[in-house]
């Protein structure tokens, strides 16, 4: 059994189940309409920041007042630019599908929402044989939604940054931190919510809970969105502890039953199910330390408080030249191939032997 503090008092009875990763994360635009402080992009830098800069001078802030938290560090060499559903990008699915066999693509931004061809997007990756959901601050999906559910979206996770202006406006660039401005953007993420509920998209609302003083930020999401909303928690590594005795707390708060635990081989996330006492399911997203054997073994960031989200899987991108890469670390960009040399090469080889030795582990 994985050794996580979340699951030392699991009773026999709760049902685990074990899983394997088959999803893969597709950054489909850079632009946001929002300047969260702690944004990770992805791993890329900030492109509308960074057009004039050579890679190694990418700057992980600027005048945007969006930033990527990782780029002072993470190696980057390219820029991101918007998917197209084309050839090369249908193409880009099915090499990877073959040699991963994924059945899942996520897509992220950026903003998703903004991406003006998203529909045809999700109408591309359904043809290519997968499932689609994305993830989204909610700002443009009023106007897009509907298109993206027809063409096959599954679901979508909205990311709630704030239950009220006040709480938005605290996490954005200090230039953001305007309350009317946080208004109309929680007024977009409610219409959002509310459009793909009613076009049955299944709809999920992810909320980071650092500490104790955000718990009752989370009972007012609770309060204020449909039942059947799916609400998940996720616990922030930069707080550890903190985050984890909040997470205790909310649950407490809640009465909340553990129904199932659903642990995934060959990814560090994994999630425990809970059922509230009005019936309402409550997901918490936490993650464990899972490596890549090889790629990872002698990275500056492998150790317990430098690495912060493990091998989570694979992503692709595509730069401004029209070349697809594929990174297996948001920490690490310098470890991105272009597509065909990662199907081909080591890489592609140990995330499969990881994903077969964690399986083996976990149904041991």
Known sequence: MIQHPALENIHHAVPITVTTDRTLRVKVIDSCG???????????????????????LFTDSGSSGRVSIYVATNGAGFLSAPVFPDESFRHALEQLRNALGFDEVHLTGGEPTLHPRLPEIVATARE???????????????????????AGLGHVNFSVFGTTPEELAQVQHVRYRNKALAERKIAALDESIRLAVKLGVDARANIVLPHRDH?????????????SLSVRILSSLADGNESLNAIDILLDELGAELEEVRLIAGT???????????G?????????????????????????????EGYYGVRLYRDSTGRFHVGVCIQR??????????????TCDEVVRLRESDLRDLTA
């Open 34 to 56: 929002m300047t969260c402080t702690f944004c990770h992009n992805e791993g890329t830098p900030v492109s509308v920041d960074n057009r004039t800069h050579a890679a190694d």
């Open 280 to 308: 309402r399911p409550l997901i918490i997203k936490h993650i464990r330390p899972v490596r890549l054997p090889t790629t990872c073994a002698n990275c500056r960031f492998n150790n317990a408080t430098d690495c912060e």
């Open 333 to 346: 960009m310098d470890l991105c191939l272009p597509v065909e040399e990662f199907v081909a090469g080591d």
């Open 128 to 150: 290519a044989g997968y499932a689609v959901s994305i993830t989204s601050n909610g700002e443009n999906g009023a106007r897009i939604l509907s298109s993206c559910a027809s």
């Open 268 to 278: 560090s996330g994994f999630r425990m199910s809970y059922r509230l006492p009005d």
């Open 215 to 227: 718990v009752p930020r989370v009972h007012r999401l609770l309060a204020k969105y449909s039942p």
